[in-house]
């Protein structure tokens, strides 16, 4: 039996995670009546429906290609991210700010704030557990690129949307600790209320990063460039083509990409040969590049398809 894939896993740690997060938290809310800790049990709650989410994307994306979607189901993924994002967005942030500002103007004194204190610090735990695990799963795909790029390059959500949630739910819960700890020294439960509209302000920020790098990926990124550059040398080394003049990419899914690769073959070659060129190539290409599922391979001279990219590339215009 084979074992999940390293994202499958990072997926239904960050759910066990989250899970029994979200039912302490909101136990200690009911019983302090922190806005923050609710705040925080609503974060967790919404991340928890988030990973159900990405696990069924994951799923659906892994169906294989049939008539009606013949280049396979991989955007289905990218799809339940970028859902993914709006819910952090206008559930999690949304409701944190609205709790917020309703403690601000009808705020209320804490109850046994040391629930609140334990609480917090297993949420640490258990949430630092699943971000350590979420980034040393990250740390293998990106390589020697830095954390930034790794995650603007990268074109399977479900790991870097994962590390993203533990994320804001760290900095969530250093917000809810200085808010709570505020409220208590201070007597102020106001404190307890500017603390979960800065927890709403994190998911926020996050759910905007997230939603503009998956919506990316859902309407038809291209796949790295060394993918490109690969499949350009792999066409020049072939004896029967004269020249490879380019190589467009799209990423269908994490693993899936369709390829349309133009080149110019050398004039004695006979239809036949062009055939048997063709599947020689598309054979290397696909064996350096297993996550290539098609590959188009169109004769053409090296001027026409200079011609054609750059019409193609031009802006339209303004009227």
Same mark, same amino acid.
């Not at 709570?180 to 920020?205: C, E, K, N, R, Y």
């Given at each position: 039996?084979?074992?999940?894939?390293?994202?499958?896993?990072?997926?239904?740690?960050?759910?066990?995670?989250?899970?029994?997060?979200?039912?302490?938290?909101?136990?200690?809310?009911?019983?302090?009546?922190?806005?923050?800790?609710?705040?925080?049990?609503?974060?967790?709650?919404? *991340?928890?429906? %988030?990973?159900? !989410?990405?696990?069924?994307?994951?799923? @659906? /994306?892994?169906?294989?290609? *049939?008539?009606?979607?013949?280049?396979?189901?991989? =955007?289905?993924?990218?799809?339940?991210?970028?859902?993914?994002?709006?819910?952090?967005?206008?559930?999690?942030?949304?409701?944190?700010?609205?709790?917020?500002?309703?403690?601000?103007? #009808?705020?209320?004194?804490?109850?046994?704030?040391?629930?609140?204190?334990?609480?917090?610090? /297993?949420?640490?735990? $258990?949430?630092?557990?699943?971000?350590?695990?979420?980034?040393?799963?990250?740390?293998?795909?990106?390589?020697?690129?830095?954390? $930034?790029? /790794?995650?603007?390059?990268?074109? #399977?959500?479900?790991? $870097?949307?994962?590390?993203?949630?533990?994320?804001?739910?760290?900095?969530?819960?250093?917000?809810? !600790?200085?808010?709570? /700890?505020?409220?208590?020294?201070?007597?102020?439960?106001?404190? #307890?209320?500017?603390?979960?509209?800065?927890?709403?302000?994190?998911?926020?920020?996050?759910?905007?990063?997230?939603?503009?790098?998956?919506?990316?990926?859902?309407?038809?990124?291209?796949?790295?460039?060394?993918? @490109?550059?690969?499949?350009?040398?792999?066409?020049?080394? #072939?004896?029967?083509? @004269?020249?490879? %003049?380019?190589?467009?990419?799209?990423?269908?899914?994490?693993?899936?990409?369709?390829?349309?690769?133009?080149?110019?073959?050398?004039?004695?070659?006979?239809?036949?040969?062009?055939?048997?060129?063709? %599947?020689?190539?598309?054979?290397?290409?696909?064996?350096?590049?297993?996550?290539?599922?098609?590959?188009?391979?169109?004769?053409?001279?090296?001027?026409?398809?200079? =011609?054609?990219?750059?019409?193609?590339?031009?802006?339209?215009?303004?009227?």
């Amino acid at each position: 039996m084979r074992s999940k894939p390293m994202a499958s896993k990072v997926v239904v740690v960050a759910f066990a995670a989250n899970l029994a997060i979200a039912v302490t938290k909101f136990t200690a809310a009911v019983l302090t009546g922190s806005s923050a800790m609710l705040s925080e049990g609503i974060h967790s709650l919404v *991340d928890t429906v %988030n990973e159900v !989410l990405l696990l069924y994307g994951m799923k @659906r /994306a892994g169906k294989v290609a *049939d008539v009606s979607h013949p280049f396979g189901y991989g =955007r289905e993924l990218y799809f339940w991210s970028f859902i993914v994002s709006l819910l952090v967005l206008a559930l999690g942030a949304g409701a944190a700010v609205y709790e917020g500002v309703s403690h601000l103007l #009808d705020p209320q004194p804490m109850r046994a704030p040391l629930i609140n204190y334990i609480v917090l610090a /297993a949420s640490f735990v $258990f949430e630092g557990g699943s971000w350590w695990f979420t980034l040393k799963a990250f740390r293998k795909t990106k390589g020697s690129q830095g954390y $930034f790029e /790794a995650f603007r390059s990268s074109k #399977d959500p479900s790991v $870097f949307t994962v590390l993203f949630e533990d994320t804001a739910a760290l900095i969530g819960l250093v917000i809810a !600790l200085a808010g709570i /700890a505020g409220a208590h020294a201070l007597a102020m439960p106001q404190l #307890d209320g500017i603390a979960s509209i800065g927890i709403g302000g994190v998911l926020a920020v996050s759910s905007l990063l997230l939603a503009r790098e998956t919506k990316a990926l859902l309407i038809g990124e291209s796949a790295h460039p060394r993918v @490109r550059e690969s499949i350009l040398k792999i066409a020049c080394a #072939d004896p029967a083509i @004269r020249a490879a %003049n380019g190589v467009i990419t799209v990423q269908m899914g994490p693993r899936q990409i369709v390829a349309a690769l133009s080149t110019e073959f050398e004039d004695a070659l006979t239809t036949g040969d062009i055939e048997i060129c063709i %599947n020689r190539v598309e054979d290397a290409i696909k064996c350096a590049h297993p996550d290539i599922s098609v590959l188009f391979v169109k004769p053409q001279t090296a001027q026409t398809w200079l =011609r054609r990219a750059e019409s193609a590339m031009r802006k339209p215009d303004a009227s």
